[in-house]
């Protein structure tokens, strides 16, 4: 099957600071993929589509300014957190569809833990 | 956009029991509907799905109906066992567009031993 990978898997950083989480498709290559926020006992919120070589499409509600995202190759995209708060504490999920398969299968990246002191 | 409902939002079943998880969704051109498992702090595992031109799915010990005309779909577990506990997310997409997954609002299921 296949593969996507985050890193980091975890990071803790200071209020105000910026963190970068990458997302990669380690045997596929991805013009899309998907970025989701989770909190502690909800469900998965996307937040952005990641679109290779062009600007990201942000959901309603979801500044694009505090949430850069980079897709400069087909295999990976990258989420950076811009002067991050508490409240932006949370776990951020990506995925991406295989292309040329026959469904329309996500493979989820294994996450990765925000927390912001 | 698409909004898709979830109930119940928790679950708790005898081992051996049945458990059934349903959702609705409102957007008709959905069409693929897969239904997630996720554990404490992992990814989603995709479990089984099915298409708008089925109208059920099985494998094995879980099986999915779909009703496309009233827009709901269901996600049937027979036989439950304690490693069946987690979180059921159900989901819709639409194939035909970036295929973003709107998720439904989870199933925390319990099996009691």
């Known amino acids: 099957g296949a593969v996507v990978s985050q890193h980091p898997s975890w990071v803790i950083c200071k209020s105000g600071t910026s963190v970068k989480i990458e997302c990669r498709s380690l045997?596929?290559?991805?013009?899309?993929m998907f970025w989701y926020r989770q909190f502690p006992k909800q469900s998965l919120m996307l937040m952005a589509t990641?679109?290779?070589?062009?600007?990201?499409?942000?959901e309603q509600g979801v500044e694009k300014d505090k949430f850069l995202i980079n897709h400069a190759s087909l295999t990976l995209s990258t989420l950076t957190v811009t002067s991050a708060h508490p409240e932006d504490s949370s776990f951020y999920i990506c995925?991406?569809?295989?292309?040329?398969?026959?469904?329309?299968?996500?493979?989820f990246g294994p996450g990765t833990r925000l927390t912001v002191l | 956009g698409e909004n898709v409902e979830q109930h119940p939002s928790t679950l708790s079943v005898q081992e051996g029991d049945s458990a059934v998880i349903k959702c609705t969704y409102s957007?008709?051109?959905?069409?693929?509907f897969p239904w997630y498992k996720q554990e404490l702090g992992k990814r989603p595992q995709l479990i089984i799905d099915?298409?708008?031109?089925?109208g059920e799915k099985k494998d094995q010990r879980i099986a999915v109906t779909l009703n496309k005309t009233a827009k709901h779909f269901s996600l049937h577990i027979t036989e439950t066992q304690p490693e069946d506990s987690a979180v059921y997310f159900c989901?819709?997409?639409?194939?035909?567009?970036?295929?973003?997954?709107?998720f439904g609002t989870g199933t925390k299921l319990q099996v009691i031993p």
């Open positions: 099915i298409r708008s031109n089925v």
């Open positions: 957007d008709s051109a959905s069409n693929y």
């Open positions: 989901a819709a997409i639409n194939s035909g567009g970036y295929q973003k997954v709107t």
């Open positions: 045997d596929f290559q991805a013009t899309t």
């Open positions: 995925s991406a569809p295989r292309p040329g398969t026959s469904n329309n299968e996500q493979f």
């Open positions: 990641s679109n290779e070589g062009s600007k990201a499409t942000y």
